[in-house]
């Protein structure tokens, strides 16, 4: 039970699922950042990004990599139309953002959960791509599990990236810092909201497609992950990019180190119980005053 | 005086129902037999409760067409409880008191069966379960109560006894979701294992919608099972399958239910299914007569796949017909008699038989199916089987 190598496979397996887990985690964490809105309809964008994945492998043999690049500029402008269209029309009301968001979020999940069954029935299905492992020495790399961290790896590269290098990374940023100040500056803060609602969204989908070679994709997956990934936010501290990261390396790890030994079912309290400890210990996430800085 | 009265009453009624009974059956002559019954033909079980809907039908069509029961004609009256126990029971009570229905058969399902015959248990009236698997239903003391579903301690029995003795399925490793069914499933299969002397290397239990089972399969990995036995829904099933793969986890066997009997578990896996095995009620590549009879019979009629669920109602209508003839009369104490005493073949392995003080299915088994090449083939009872057994599962690599 001690053996080396098992240990470092144990960790191994917890850093390639904390892939995927940052990819969703960023994407949540991005739109609550900059516009405050915590989206409880991410796991079932998350579903529909898994969906488009499924429907383009069963219906034109498109692998989930090449879909995406059909499917992603599309969730990008759904997210934003979202946001500039409803969410903004509702800030304005006499409820504060957060509130009302939290319903309207809610009450989306519902209608998407709703529709999919509808449309796609509640059945299971999965799509077969990248199968199997790699053996390296007495490691084992599972492929779909290795490329869906080398995907978060670089998307959370490119959006640290783009937040600090680029024109519309620095309004998000400043607007992320101070709405109205930001605003006065003369940057456009309705398309800088609907740009990070809509880059959330893609994010979202990004995560369906690498789950969607992993798990069975069905129309109430997103729930699952949704838990997650708000524990991954909170773990690692709201709006903080890099924060996600880690949080979600250290959730990988510790689920995967803890199944092994306390047993998976036992394992199923250690996101929780992680939130109880941070808010405790750390109540603005490990990343702490840098959280909302990218 | 009080004698007296008592006496003449007792004698009155005598009467009375004596010439109920004749005038009753005089009216009788040609009025159709009406049977009643629930199923679950809206809500989240109406796809089977419609399966089950359209086989009753099927066999009163059938028994009709062969002179009808006691002469006279079957006519059922189907109610639809949208899939809720408690509606099913009222139910039941409407069909009895309001409709007066001469028979009754059961709804689909363990939770209506359970809540449905406290009704019918309270009217005496005679009821066959077709679908109920729970124990629970059987163990308060009810006297009007047939099971048709296998015992489920025979669950996967033959991978523990006979096949599993020829193939050297020595060490097992039991695995379950965390579901009422899982917990029981595995407990049976732990007491099949120790019955059977196999070394119980590992048994462990995974929460439902498992997002990641990725330290389970490491600890298979170095127990070393050469079967997995495991009760799991299906997104785990498939999720199971996957990870065994991915973690180059390959026992001699896996046997997997109740996941592993849908067709979504097939076209999920595609190849990466094959090999898998799963508890064998009913399907519709049974070779058997009566199995071929039954299956040409649906698929005139309904022009799509009969299944499992269909079978079950199916051989829940010749079981009634076989006690009502035997009985050679309706009346309930005659028909429960019938019953306990019925033994008979039906579509599902082994042979219906009961156990007289709790109404318990004895003798019909659990056999067992494996998926080949994208379909579930039946491999065992022997009598029953329409592909040899494949007891060690191909490479992971060799699956394209």
Redesign the interface.
């Known amino acids: 039970?001690n053996d080396p190598v098992?240990i470092l496979?144990?960790v191994l397996?917890g850093v390639l699922?904390a892939g995927v887990y940052a990819s969703m985690a960023m994407g949540l964490n991005l739109i609550f950042g900059v516009i405050r809105v915590l989206n409880f309809a991410h796991g079932e964008v998350l579903m529909i990004g898994a969906f488009c994945a499924f429907w383009a492998w069963r219906l034109a043999g498109l692998n989930p990599v090449a879909s995406f690049l059909i499917s992603g500029p599309l969730l990008f402008a759904c997210g934003y139309l979202f946001q500039y269209f409803v969410v903004r029309r509702i800030a304005n009301r006499r409820m504060a953002i957060e509130d009302a968001s939290l319903l309207l979020t809610y009450g989306l999940s519902l209608v998407l959960v709703a529709l999919a069954r509808l449309f796609w029935s509640a059945?299971?299905?999965?799509v077969?791509f990248l199968?199997?492992?790699w053996?390296v020495g007495e490691m084992?790399f599972?492929?779909?599990?290795t490329f869906a961290f080398g995907c978060a790896l670089a998307v959370t590269i490119l959006l640290v990236g783009m937040l600090h290098w680029t024109r519309i990374g620095l309004a998000i940023r400043a607007t992320a810092q101070n709405r109205e100040l930001a605003s006065a500056c003369g940057v456009l803060d309705r398309h800088v909201h609907a740009v990070a609602f809509g880059i959330g969204t893609t994010l979202a989908g990004l995560s369906g497609m690498l789950l969607s070679t992993?798990?069975?994709v069905?129309p109430?997956?997103g729930m699952?992950?949704s838990i997650?990934a708000f524990v991954i936010v909170i773990l690692g501290g709201l709006g903080s990019m890099t924060g996600a990261f880690v949080g979600a390396l250290i959730l990988g790890i510790v689920?995967?180190?803890g199944?092994?030994y306390l047993?998976?079912?036992p394992?199923?309290l250690i996101p929780f119980l992680a939130i109880l400890a941070i808010l405790f210990l750390r109540p603005a996430g490990l990343a702490g005053a840098r959280a909302r800085e990218g | 005086m009080i004698e007296n009265v008592s006496r003449r009453k007792v004698c009155a009624s005598a009467v009375g129902l004596t010439a109920g009974l004749v005038s009753i059956e005089v009216l009788g002559q040609g009025r159709p037999i009406r049977i009643g019954a629930s199923l679950s033909l809206t809500g989240t079980l109406a796809q089977s409760g419609d399966k089950v809907k359209r086989a009753y039908e099927l066999w009163a069509t059938d028994v009709n067409g062969r002179g009808g029961l006691l002469g006279r004609p079957v006519e059922f009256l189907i109610l639809d409880d949208r899939s809720d126990a408690g509606t099913s029971a009222r139910l039941y009570e409407k069909l009895i008191t309001q409709d007066k229905v001469d028979l009754v058969i059961g709804p689909y399902g363990s939770a209506a069966s359970f809540a449905a015959t406290a009704v019918t248990e309270k009217y005496r009236y005679p009821m066959l379960l077709p679908s109920a698997a729970s124990d629970t239903i059987f163990t308060r003391g009810y006297k009007y109560i047939f099971q048709l579903f296998p015992p489920s301690s025979t669950m996967f029995e033959p991978l523990f006894a006979d096949i599993g003795a020829q193939a050297g399925y020595r060490r097992v490793a039991i695995i379950n979701g965390a579901d009422l069914y899982g917990k029981s499933v595995a407990a049976n299969l732990e007491a099949l294992a120790r019955k059977h002397g196999r070394d119980l290397v590992l048994r462990e239990e995974f929460p439902l919608d498992a997002s990641d089972l990725s330290s389970l399969m490491l600890k298979l990995r170095s127990a070393k099972p050469d079967l997995i036995a495991g009760a799991t829904q299906l997104p785990d099933a498939i999720l199971i399958m996957r990870q065994l793969r991915d973690m180059r986890v390959l026992p001699k066997a896996i046997a997997l239910t109740p996941g592993a009997a849908k067709d979504d578990f097939g076209q999920a896996l595609g190849r990466d299914a094959d090999g898998v095995m799963l508890d064998h009620l009913w399907e519709p590549v049974d070779q058997s007569p009566q199995g071929k009879a039954f299956t040409a019979k649906w698929k005139s009629a309904y022009r799509d796949d009969p299944d499992a669920q269909s079978a079950f109602g199916w051989s829940g209508g010749q079981l009634l017909e076989a006690a009502v003839k035997s009985a050679d009369s309706l009346e309930h104490d005659k028909l429960r008699e019938a019953f306990l005493r019925l033994e008979a073949t039906t579509l599902l392995p082994g042979k219906f038989k009961l156990d007289p003080g709790t109404g318990r299915q004895t003798g019909q088994r659990l056999g067992i199916a494996q998926w080949q090449k994208g379909t579930r083939q039946i491999v065992s009872p022997q009598e029953l089987a329409t592909a040899p057994i494949a007891t060690a599962l191909a490479e992971w690599s060799r699956r394209g």
Do not use: C, H, K
Request: hydrophobic letters at 40%; aromatic letters at 12%; zero cysteines.
């Open positions: 039970m098992l496979q144990l397996n699922l059945d299971y299905r999965s077969p199968q199997g492992s053996l084992i599972p492929i779909s599990r992993m798990y069975a069905y109430d997956m699952e992950y997650r689920e995967s180190v199944s092994f047993g998976a079912l394992a199923t």
